[in-house]
């Protein structure tokens, strides 16, 4: 476990993901301080910490909709620093955004239609049967309007919806954000099955029991820095940094 300045970078060897110092403002404001982060093949990392500290802006800098002021962003040691977000969808990148942004108008089977991008060489394709498989809400509402769906099901749908463009690495923003305890248990088992499949997973999240029970490693953050990395199971055990920065 580690607690560190917002510079610490470790490692050299090439990861699937790796972010170095980036930097992103708003504006004039500064968002995000020399922010690092890592990820390998088949890990589910997680971003911790209260709202409004960095870890949406840390997703939207990786998936190119925010692109960092400076730092680097490499992918597969490629660099995709400023690269625009839809270049970054087609080399294997899956955005499940915080507010969902499914289309209302649209059924569940044309929201899927929508976003589906070819097979990746050695990896099991995301087809309609292997997605409604693993979310089977969405197979007896396949023809329903997604406008109609209830929130759990809509983050499905989000979720669902990402996995069809057959995605590498998935960047999810808050799974758990306005939805209902018994759904968040579901999301989370759902999350865990794609884990287990192979798919590399950055979460961002605030809820730590959440965090806690499916990721492998957790950064957290406050006021835009690292201030802290390890294991879940560090992290669940070090009351310190969970009082600091994860409790109101």
């Given at each position: 476990m580690t607690m560190?300045?917002?510079?610490?970078?470790?490692?050299?060897?090439?990861?699937?993901?790796?972010v170095e110092a980036i930097n992103v403002c708003y504006g004039l404001s500064k968002v995000l301080h020399d922010v690092s982060l890592k990820i390998e093949t088949g890990?589910?990392?997680?971003?911790?910490?209260?709202?409004g500290v960095g870890k949406s802006t840390t997703m939207r800098a990786i998936?190119?909709?925010?692109?960092?002021?400076?730092?680097?962003?490499?992918?597969?040691?490629?660099?995709?620093?400023?690269?625009?977000?839809?270049?970054?969808?087609?080399?294997?990148l899956g955005y499940v955004p915080e507010e969902r942004r499914i289309f209302g108008s649209l059924t569940v089977w044309e929201n899927l239609d929508v976003a589906r991008l070819p097979p990746r060489e050695g990896l099991e394709p995301w087809t309609e049967d292997r997605v409604f498989a693993l979310f089977p809400d969405l197979e007896r509402f396949r023809n329903r309007p997604g406008g109609l769906l209830s929130g759990g099901q809509q983050q499905m749908l989000t979720?669902?919806?990402?996995?069809?463009?057959n995605p590498e690495l998935i960047l999810l923003d808050e799974p758990s954000e306005g939805v209902a305890p018994l759904i968040v248990a579901q999301i989370g088992e759902k999350i865990r099955?794609?884990?287990?499949?192979?798919v590399s997973i950055i979460m961002a999240e605030q809820n730590l029991d959440f965090v806690l029970n499916l990721s492998?490693?957790?950064?957290?953050?406050?006021?835009?820095?690292?201030?802290?990395?390890?294991?879940?199971?560090?992290?669940?055990?070090?009351?310190?940094?969970?009082?600091?920065?994860?409790?109101?």
């Open positions: 560190c300045s917002a510079s610490t970078w470790e490692g050299n060897e090439m990861s699937l993901l790796q890990e589910l990392v997680a971003l911790v910490g209260r709202n998936m190119g909709i925010t692109p960092p002021a400076s730092g680097k962003i490499l992918w597969k040691g490629q660099p995709i620093t400023r690269r625009p977000s839809h270049l970054n969808a087609r080399a294997g979720i669902a919806r990402t996995l069809m463009g099955e794609l884990r287990d499949a192979g492998d490693r957790c950064y957290v953050l406050e006021k835009g820095v690292v201030v802290y990395h390890g294991t879940a199971a560090e992290l669940r055990d070090n009351k310190d940094v969970q009082n600091r920065y994860l409790h109101i």
